[in-house]
């Protein structure tokens, strides 16, 4: 009987641990809070820092996004949560945008930014219902970083309004 | 072999190989899976194994067993043969010449020791002098050839090295905490490989053949 129960329990342990592996492999985790953040979030037991995420809207709305950065990246440690990582996109193109031209070292990582989102929402599909954005889907705000990478030699641009 | 052993040491051992052999700690962090050759390379050394009375599948896989311990012995095979793989990536240099040169001398070593098909305590040895001076190659001549730091006398002699070899000899530098984590992981390997079931003793089976 004791056994069993090493053998059953052993075969748990190895395929829980090669799951972990290939999770791993899977996904390149990049630091420890990644990792536990992602297993978390594997189990559904994943939750943002709410405290950071509010710190982080404060900072956004007063236009200080290196700041609002800093707060939700603390608020989303993991970058498993679509609403986080979509504000963080929306950072990234609200600081890299301009009249003249826009940052595309700047839109590049809110690209980034927006595919996590776009990759943890399901079904692809997120909308942020917040009456201070202009753009409240993930897809248009990509579409608006995919367009600020891409070079724009039009007159017409100094006339844009920033979103 | 006890069922701790079989059901939970061997299979963590093995996976924690495989875990460990393809990581890459940067920055960034990566996780490397093995190369195509690093998996016809585990093919070879699972058939040299078996060959060699290393790995007896009989010992993990049977009629005569639960249903439940041969779950267990295929995880067994499984994971030695991910740690393997593993172990054979981390083995070889990551490009240029030394690649080439390494990935045809483990073809040839291993269908050597295939064809001569040593017994169990001669492979065990042959395997260890293997890593062994695999890992030296790698971690130690290579990586200090491959190491942008030193005096003038030393990047001098860098630079004829490359110039001869069009520079295809020279590595990417490696982070120091590298060499540390290939040596753990091909010992933890060896160690798994040296842990697996053995053939059973024959004098019981002679003993009752003759009476």
């Known amino acids: ?163 | 072999m006890s069922a701790a052993r079989e059901a939970v040491a061997l299979p963590v051992l093995f996976l924690t190989v495989a875990l460990l052999g393809g990581v890459s700690p940067g920055p960034p962090v990566a996780f490397v899976p093995p190369p195509l050759f690093a998996l016809v390379l585990a093919v070879l050394l699972m058939a040299v194994l078996f060959r060699s009375g290393v790995l007896i599948p009989a010992r993990l896989v049977d009629g005569s067993r639960s249903a439940l311990a041969n779950a267990n012995g295929v995880v067994v095979i499984v994971t030695l043969y991910a740690a393997t793989a593993q172990a054979f990536h981390l083995l070889t240099p990551s490009s240029g010449l030394p690649l080439l040169l390494f990935d045809g001398f483990l073809l040839v070593l291993l269908i050597n020791t295939f064809v001569t098909s040593p017994d169990r305590v001669e492979l065990l040895r042959s395997l260890m002098v293997i890593f062994g001076s695999g890992f030296v190659l790698k971690f130690i001549i290579l990586a200090s050839l491959s190491d942008p730091a030193g005096g003038r006398l030393k990047r001098a002699l860098l630079l004829l090295v490359e110039g001869a070899t069009l520079g295809t000899l020279t590595q990417e530098p490696m982070p120091p905490s590298v060499g540390y984590i290939a040596f753990f992981t091909l010992l933890l390997f060896l160690v798994g490989v040296w842990a697996l079931p053995a053939a059973p003793p024959r004098h019981h089976s002679r003993a009752m053949t003759r009476s």
Do not use: C, N
Request: charged residues 30%; positive net charge.
């Open chain 1, 1 to 163: 009987m004791r056994e069993r129960i090493v053998r059953a329990g052993g075969l748990v342990v190895v395929v829980a641990y090669a799951a972990t592996i290939a999770w791993v492999y899977a996904r390149q985790p990049q630091t420890m809070a990644q990792v536990s953040g992602g297993l978390a979030a594997g189990l559904g037991a994943y939750h943002i820092d709410e405290a950071s995420f509010v710190d982080g809207l404060r900072f956004f709305r007063r236009d200080q996004f290196m700041e609002a950065r800093a707060a939700f990246d603390r608020a989303d440690p993991a970058q498993r949560d679509a609403a986080t990582q979509f504000y963080i996109s929306y950072t990234y193109y609200r600081e890299g945008w301009g009249h003249l031209y826009d940052d595309r070292r700047l839109f590049a990582r809110g690209l980034e930014a927006v595919d996590r989102a776009i990759a943890l929402a399901p079904k692809g599909r997120l909308v942020v219902d917040d009456p201070d954005l202009q753009m409240h889907s993930a897809d248009e705000l990509k579409a608006e970083l995919q367009r600020g990478v891409q070079r724009d030699l039009s007159p017409l641009r100094v006339f844009r309004s920033r979103k």
